[in-house]
Structure formats: structure tokens, C-alpha cells
């Protein structure tokens, strides 16, 4: 756009309404070729309408390059976003140059809030280098293939998730143990191979023992198994979560010597090691790393008083099953311990990664990794936006800033989404549009207001005022919610026009708004709604005016109003039916709360 004298053109109006709106800029405010100084930017996230669209800080900002010239190279020092190898190869072709090092250093983002004069320092992971010329010991292909080896790695650790889901290890325990259940692990306990492990027991002295135990054995077996409650803790390093599964069982055997069966009462444990299983060409997932049973978990007891017959006999079957015991945990029932969590991963899944409707459309999860911290499970995920087509509109896998994800305490689980996910399901449910409204018709009372407030400034423009008078409200941009730890706000720059009759073709004038609104989280049911309560006219600017010049602040309680009574009832009809928290439901918490943080909305269960 080209810039005329006393007025500020930078950019379209999405990005700087604020100034499109100010007719009486000065070039030297405007940031860019006219600014001596550059832009300043505010430190916290904040509507991209609402931002100076000048030049960046020193520091390199996510996904953004500083290139320097030094002799014979070019030093070039960046985050790690996913486009930082293209724009690698930009700068080296642009360039001309052969050698393009990526220094081990970290880079500093230094942002200065608007208005405060406060310099704000984000300090960004550290990069690698390497070098396309030849080197010693290292031909130029074999440096290029280990630095977009290093660049690939790079990049996939350093990902920003999306949205974060960790489940404590009350979720784990209960969900683990409804996988045995539906794997009938006690049918599995009760099936064990006791006498028939003893008969097998190799030569020797436990040999011999088999021999003259086993002549007064009948039948020997598990007669009823139980798994109590299972127990999830970390491992030393927090890097592994350990599950301990207790069993308790009875087993029976009968002997020619009495007519009663002996009963014994055996208590032992299995012990499983999770981990994360990264290997190369497959997705990382978790898995059951090791599983065992231990002998000092093994206590076996008598049930019942027995005679000084049967005492030494079931003295020799106890130290018999001593030792085979833990092996047939392990041989037996380990094999369905990691059948049963694997099934309880992919379910995880499913859950974690089913669409969640929006009008139109849906929102969809993809998981970016998962990882354990403590004993915690935590899915990393990204996520999409699916048009009614079926189409992704919008992807948000790894997007800008660094989630922030807080030990999980006593909740039993909790969900993370970053700002700029709400905000497009937002934008999908509010897109820019236009309100035509007959006021003198619909808003009696606006419109006599309305025509006084004109009045009081200009009276023959006011007298043009007709019945069919019109107001044309149009939303420049999808409303930008603005979070914060103890708030969330709505912003919006809306264009209001005001003709004097609904056959004008030209209004008498142009508003340019910047409305502020608060937004409420709640629940409704087993559904997400968000709504705006009240709205205030922060600025307003006058973009165009057919009548005389006037000073647009005259006009903010009556525009206000008219805000107020057109725009926001239909917002928040569209906001109404909100979203289905699928993923919170089929873990079993229908009902959560709401919270905010700096840069995120936080879904936890109502009770626990």
C-alpha cells in the first residue's frame, strides 16, 4: 500500500487496524521504512490485529533467522522450528556462499512491552553447526548427510505440543486393571501348572524330594485368584514407570493321607517396567519393557490345622513351590500383563485422538509423542482443524512458544491446550462477517439514541436520518481470545457504518472499533461453552466520514450499545452448542472445571 501524508498505511487492517484507524498518524509513529526506530512488540501472547507490524528485535524470534555477516561466512543463529532448513537453504542460495554454520549458542529474544518501557529476555534452545566445505576425515556429502541428520533430530525433539494430556496414576491403575479383567488374568492364575511344574523339577536333591512328595499327591492346583489393588509408582530415575500387580491366591492339594483337602494360602507379586520405545522408522510409543515375579514378594501359608502326618508333607509341597512359583508368574502370566497394556495404549489412543465436532467441521488430535515424568503418563499432542469436507484447513503441530506443563499433584488427570488453539476453534465458529440492521425498526430506542448523539454535533446530518435508517456492522477478523492467569478477554476490531436510509449507497461515516469483551468458560452437560459477557468500546477511529470531521468518542456509548444488542446475542447463539469433551468423558470424568494460565486454558475433572 502507498503511503499519503497524516496517514499510516502499513500492512491490511487484519494486522494493523489500530493504525489504519488513526487519520492523524504522523509517518514518523508508523514502524517500517518510515519509523527511525524499530517496532516494539508486548511480551505476552496478544491479538496479531493489535500489534505493530514493524520490524523484528535483535533476537531471533521462533522460526526466525539473524543472519551476520563475518568474513568468508555467514553465521546464522535460529530456534528450532520446522522451517528453519528451508530457510537455511534460502539464505546460503541468496548468499552465494558455501558455508553456512549453525552456531551452539543460545539465542536470546528480547521483547519490549508496549507502553511500559520493560525489556522482557526469552531465552531459545540452543542450535548445532556444521559446515558444507571439505573438511579432514569428512567429504562435503558426508557433512551434508550428518547435518540434515542433526537438523532432523533436532527439530522433532524440540517440538512445542499443542495441547498436553497427563494421566496420573490413579487413571493408569484403573485403566490397567480393567485390561486384565477383560484379558482374564485370574482365569489365567487359576490355570496354573502347579503340579505338574513339580513333577518337572530336574534331578538331584530337589529331585529326590519330587519323588516322595509327589506318591501321596492326588491332584494339586489353584482353586481361587484374585488381583488386589495395582501400584504405580516412579522409577529411581523418573524416566520408568514400575507397576506392581499383587495376587493372592488359594491352592489345594488332596493326599490318601486325610480325607479333607489341604488348603494354603500363596501371596506373591508381578512387576512390570514401562517405558518410551523410540526406534527408528516407527512412531515412539510405550511399552512393557520388563516384566517378573520375585522370590521375596513369595509368602505361602496354611489354611487350615492339619495333622502330624500331613505337617511334613505340606512342609515339602511349600518348599517345592518356592521356587516354581515366580517362574510360572513370569511364564504365565506376564505374557497377558503386556498383552493388557498394549490394548490399554491403543485405547488410550483412540480416545485421545477422536474428533471433536465443531459447526462445521471438527478439531482433530494427533499424538506428537508421549513421555513419562514421575508417574505420570503424558501424551504430546498436535493438532488439526477439518474442514466439512474432510480437508485440514489448519495444521498446529509444533506451533510458536513452549508449553508450560505443571506437575500433576493429586489430579488424577488434566488437559493443556495453548491459546492459539482456542482461538481457531473460535475462529471456526465466529468467522468474519456482516450484520445489515433496519435500527428504527428493530432498535427503536438505539436509533432515536442514535440520531440525538448525531444531533449534538451536526444537526443537518442528523435530520437525513430517516426510518429506514441502516447500521452495518462487519467483523474485520474472527473474535482473538487474550488470556491471562486470573482472566480471559475477547478482542475484536469491527467496521461500523451508518447510512441514512437502506437505499444510501455511501454511509455517512466509518467507524473503525477496537471492542473488548470478557469471555466466560462453563459446562453445559457433557459440553465445552464459551461465551462473551458485556462489551466496551476501547477506540474508536474515524475512517471515513461523509458529513463534517467529529470526533468518534461522541459516539461511544450509543455504538456501544448497538454492539452490545446486535453483535454479541449473535455470537454467543453461534458460541452455544459448544464442544463435546469426548476425551475428558471416556476417561471417566464427565464433568470439569476450567483455568487459565499464561498462555493456555486447563480442563481438570470437577472432583477426584
Not at 532448513?85 to 543460545?106: C, E, K, N, T, Y
Not at 471433536?356 to 493438532?383: E, H, K, R, W, Y
Not at 465466529?430 to 425498526?441: A, G
Not at 448497538?562 to 471417566?588: D, E, F
Amino acid at each position: 500500500m502507498q503511503a499519503r501524508r497524516g496517514t499510516c498505511h502499513v500492512g491490511s487492517v487484519h494486522s494493523s487496524s489500530w493504525l489504519l484507524f488513526s487519520p492523524l498518524a504522523h509517518e514518523s509513529d508508523c514502524p517500517g521504512p518510515w519509523s527511525s526506530s524499530p517496532a516494539t512488540y508486548p511480551s505476552q501472547p496478544g491479538p496479531s490485529h493489535l500489534q505493530s507490524p514493524g520490524s523484528r528485535s535483535p533476537g531471533a524470534a521462533p522460526g526466525r533467522a539473524v543472519v551476520h555477516q563475518e568474513p568468508q561466512i555467514f553465521t546464522l543463529e535460529t530456534s528450532v522450528r520446522p522451517e528453519t532448513a528451508a530457510h537455511v537453504r534460502g539464505v546460503a542460495s541468496r548468499a552465494g556462499r558455501q558455508d553456512i554454520r549453525l552456531r551452539p549458542s543460545v539465542v536470546a529474544q528480547e521483547r519490549t512491552a508496549v507502553g511500559t518501557g520493560h525489556r522482557h529476555t526469552q531465552v531459545l534452545p540452543p542450535t548445532t553447526y556444521c559446515s558444507t566445505k571439505p573438511r579432514k576425515m569428512a567429504g562435503p556429502w558426508a557433512c551434508a548427510l550428518l547435518c540434515g541428520l542433526l537438523a532432523a533430530t533436532l527439530v522433532e525433539a524440540t517440538l512445542s505440543p499443542t495441547a498436553v494430556l497427563s494421566l496420573g496414576p490413579e487413571v493408569i491403575r484403573e485403566r490397567l486393571t480393567q485390561e486384565l479383567e477383560k484379558h482374564n488374568a485370574t482365569v489365567i492364575l487359576q490355570q496354573l501348572p502347579l503340579l505338574s511344574t513339580m513333577q518337572n523339577q530336574p534331578a538331584g536333591l530337589l529331585g529326590s524330594l519330587v519323588n516322595s512328595v509327589m506318591s501321596y499327591i492326588v491332584w494339586l492346583k489353584v482353586t481361587s485368584a484374585n488381583i488386589r489393588q495395582l501400584q504405580v509408582y516412579p522409577s529411581e530415575d523418573y524416566q520408568e514407570l514400575m507397576v506392581t500387580i499383587p495376587l493372592d491366591m488359594v491352592a489345594g492339594f488332596n493326599t490318601p493321607l486325610i480325607k479333607t483337602i489341604v488348603q494354603m494360602h500363596m501371596e506373591t507379586e508381578a512387576q512390570a517396567v514401562i517405558q518410551v520405545q523410540a526406534s527408528k522408522g516407527t512412531p515412539t510409543r510405550l511399552i512393557v519393557s520388563d516384566c517378573s515375579s520375585s522370590h521375596r514378594s513369595l509368602r505361602i501359608s496354611l489354611l487350615n490345622k492339619l495333622s502330624f502326618l500331613v505337617n511334613p508333607l505340606a512342609k515339602k509341597v511349600t518348599d517345592l513351590l518356592m521356587p516354581a512359583l515366580p517362574d510360572m508368574v513370569r511364564e504365565e502370566l506376564c505374557p497377558v500383563i503386556e498383552a493388557a497394556f498394549d490394548d490399554m495404549y491403543a485405547d488410550l489412543l483412540r480416545l485421545v485422538t477422536a474428533p471433536v465436532a465443531l459447526n462445521p467441521g471438527s478439531l482433530q488430535f494427533d499424538l506428537l509423542s508421549p513421555a513419562i515424568d514421575g508417574d505420570v503418563i503424558q501424551f504430546n499432542l498436535v493438532a488439526s482443524l477439518v474442514n466439512s469436507e474432510g480437508k485440514v484447513s489448519k495444521w498446529f503441530n509444533g506451533s510458536a512458544g513452549f508449553l508450560t506443563v505443571p506437575t500433576l499433584d493429586s489430579i488424577p488427570v488434566r488437559l493443556i491446550v495453548k491459546y492459539d488453539l482456542v482461538n481457531a476453534a473460535v475462529a471456526s465458529l465466529l468467522p468474519p462477517e456482516e450484520f445489515l440492521v433496519l435500527l428504527d425498526y428493530v432498535l427503536p430506542k438505539l436509533a432515536r439514541q442514535l440520531k440525538s448523539s448525531i444531533s449534538a454535533f451536526n444537526a443537518k446530518a442528523a435530520s437525513q436520518l430517516e426510518a429506514t435508517q441502516m447500521v452495518k456492522i462487519r467483523t474485520q477478523k474472527s473474535p482473538e481470545i487474550l488470556l491471562s492467569q486470573d482472566e480471559a478477554r475477547v478482542a475484536q476490531v469491527i467496521q461500523l457504518e451508518v447510512f441514512a436510509t437502506e437505499k444510501a449507497h455511501h454511509p455517512l461515516f466509518t467507524l473503525g472499533i477496537e471492542a473488548f469483551s470478557e469471555a466466560l468458560f462453563y459446562n453445559s452437560g457433557d459440553r465445552f461453552v464459551l461465551s462473551f459477557k458485556g462489551i466496551s468500546s476501547d477506540r474508536i477511529h474515524l475512517m471515513n466520514s461523509g458529513i463534517q470531521l467529529f470526533n468518534p468518542e461522541l459516539l461511544k456509548d450509543v455504538v456501544t450499545d448497538i454492539l452490545a444488542a446486535v453483535l454479541l446475542p449473535t455470537q454467543n447463539g453461534k458460541l452455544r452448542p459448544g464442544l463435546t469433551m469426548s476425551m475428558m468423558k471416556a476417561l471417566g470424568f464427565p464433568e470439569v472445571v476450567w483455568s487459565l494460565t499464561k498462555n493456555a486454558l486447563v480442563v481438570t475433572p470437577v472432583s477426584w
